[in-house]
């Protein structure tokens, strides 16, 4: 069963290599390469191996699921969003949840290419550079986002992957429309409620940009004494004290005792330095507005995960923080000279979370 897992996940990491390279290097019509990919990416998520982690969980509650809504809240722990529109799918097409992940799948995809082209449309506005809007490959951040963290928020933390999805279109389409970003801002928290720590970041979308790099590789070079703070517990076992205190948070966090909080360490601190370098590579990438303020808000959530380091929870949690910098990435790809030393940073990026995630699944 394990080798299923594992042969199903490196055929479709091989298949967004290969979608990569198309884009990236031959000429075809991106819009239709985009939606292939999309549509192969929802049909690997719909027949998904079932001893992937937390699959059978999401079965059993869409088999089991009443179309009394207000009953389905009372007796499980989801959240309403989730819960409407797995009863929404029952109801159109009837007690077959392969439909369901496809949906779901499809509808992360969709909301990602979308918001692609509103964070570009904003950084075309920005530099005058209209004509380039002829020439988005929408493909190449797909398979960055996919690749990445992507694969987990589709197959594994399916509620996280659609909030995620809801605040990345609301985040891009903030300065186009404010209402419509509220809008689906609010929605999201109700498929995941850590999409309330998105708030931290609003003070970066409304401050104007800023240009002075020395302050974000001041930044940055603060993570590591900070996370010498996060290794010896100092914030976690404060935040633990406050929890206990308050009998909603305790209950919540009562999985997450000072007892259980440890996690790999070493495995830990690799994906900290990862996550620094990528951040020293997204800040020498960054060239609009836009970009600034994925990069403060890429910094919060590493600062965040610095800080507890040692708190399994919190490293999922912060990934909301840490998957955007994919549009930075994706976008030098696109729009820029691609030089080697970059393209070898991109492969190593994508390798290391193709490795982290087959962990995950093994």
Same mark, same amino acid.
């Given at each position: 069963?394990?080798?299923?897992?594992?042969?199903?996940?490196?055929?479709?990491?091989?298949?967004?290599? #290969?979608? #990569?390279?198309?884009?990236?290097?031959?000429?075809?019509?991106?819009?239709?390469?985009?939606?292939?990919?999309?549509?192969?990416?929802?049909?690997?998520?719909?027949?998904?191996?079932?001893?992937?982690?937390?699959?059978?969980?999401?079965?059993?509650?869409?088999?089991?699921?009443?179309?009394?809504?207000?009953?389905?809240?009372?007796?499980?722990?989801?959240?309403?969003?989730?819960?409407?529109?797995?009863?929404?799918?029952?109801?159109?097409?009837?007690?077959?949840?392969?439909?369901?992940?496809?949906?779901?799948?499809?509808?992360?995809?969709?909301?990602?290419?979308?918001?692609?082209?509103?964070?570009?449309?904003?950084?075309?506005?920005?530099?005058?550079?209209?004509?380039?809007?002829?020439?988005?490959?929408?493909?190449?951040?797909?398979?960055?986002?996919?690749?990445?963290?992507?694969?987990?928020?589709?197959?594994?933390?399916?509620?996280?992957?659609?909030?995620?999805?809801?605040?990345?279109?609301?985040?891009?389409?903030?300065?186009?429309?404010?209402?419509?970003?509220?809008?689906?801002?609010?929605?999201?928290?109700?498929?995941?409620?850590?999409?309330?720590?998105?708030?931290?970041?609003?003070?970066?979308?409304?401050?104007?940009?800023?240009?002075?790099?020395?302050?974000?590789?001041?930044?940055?070079?603060?993570?590591?004494?900070?996370?010498?703070?996060?290794?010896?517990?100092?914030?976690?076992?404060?935040?633990?004290?406050?929890?206990?205190?308050?009998?909603?948070?305790?209950?919540?966090?009562?999985?997450?005792?000072?007892?259980?909080?440890?996690?790999?360490?070493?495995?830990?601190?690799?994906?900290?330095?990862?996550?620094?370098?990528?951040?020293?590579?997204?800040?020498?990438?960054?060239?609009?507005?836009?970009?600034?303020?994925?990069?403060?808000?890429?910094?919060?959530?590493?600062?965040?995960?610095?800080?507890?380091?040692?708190?399994?929870?919190?490293?999922?949690?912060?990934?909301?923080? #840490?998957?955007?910098?994919?549009?930075?990435?994706?976008?030098?790809?696109?729009?820029?000279?691609?030089?080697?030393?970059?393209?070898?940073?991109?492969?190593?990026?994508?390798?290391?979370?193709?490795?982290?995630?087959?962990?995950?699944?093994?």
């Amino acid at each position: 069963m394990l080798g299923d897992v594992m042969i199903e996940f490196v055929l479709l990491m091989g298949i967004s290599a #290969l979608f #990569l390279l198309l884009s990236v290097y031959v000429k075809v019509n991106d819009k239709v390469l985009s939606g292939v990919y999309i549509i192969i990416a929802s049909l690997f998520a719909a027949n998904r191996d079932l001893s992937i982690p937390d699959t059978l969980a999401y079965i059993q509650l869409f088999e089991n699921l009443n179309f009394d809504f207000i009953s389905m809240l009372s007796n499980t722990y989801m959240e309403p969003g989730y819960i409407a529109l797995s009863i929404l799918v029952k109801f159109i097409f009837g007690n077959n949840y392969k439909i369901l992940f496809f949906i779901i799948t499809f509808f992360n995809m969709f909301l990602i290419k979308a918001g692609v082209y509103y964070f570009y449309e904003s950084a075309f506005n920005e530099n005058g550079a209209f004509e380039q809007k002829r020439n988005i490959k929408y493909t190449i951040p797909l398979v960055l986002y996919f690749m990445t963290y992507g694969y987990v928020f589709n197959f594994i933390t399916i509620r996280t992957g659609i909030a995620f999805s809801l605040v990345f279109l609301a985040i891009s389409l903030y300065k186009k429309s404010k209402v419509k970003s509220l809008f689906l801002y609010v929605l999201s928290i109700n498929f995941h409620n850590s999409a309330l720590l998105m708030l931290c970041s609003l003070p970066f979308l409304l401050a104007k940009k800023q240009k002075k790099e020395a302050l974000y590789y001041s930044w940055i070079a603060l993570i590591i004494p900070l996370s010498v703070i996060g290794y010896k517990n100092v914030v976690i076992n404060l935040f633990f004290t406050i929890v206990n205190k308050v009998s909603f948070l305790a209950s919540r966090f009562h999985a997450y005792t000072n007892e259980n909080v440890i996690v790999d360490q070493k495995g830990a601190f690799i994906r900290l330095a990862v996550f620094i370098v990528l951040g020293f590579v997204g800040l020498k990438s960054c060239d609009n507005e836009q970009h600034y303020y994925i990069i403060k808000t890429y910094l919060l959530g590493l600062t965040i995960f610095a800080l507890f380091i040692n708190l399994s929870i919190v490293g999922r949690i912060v990934e909301l923080f #840490l998957v955007m910098i994919f549009v930075i990435l994706a976008y030098r790809l696109n729009f820029k000279k691609r030089k080697l030393t970059y393209g070898l940073v991109v492969i190593s990026y994508l390798l290391y979370f193709v490795t982290s995630n087959l962990r995950v699944i093994a």
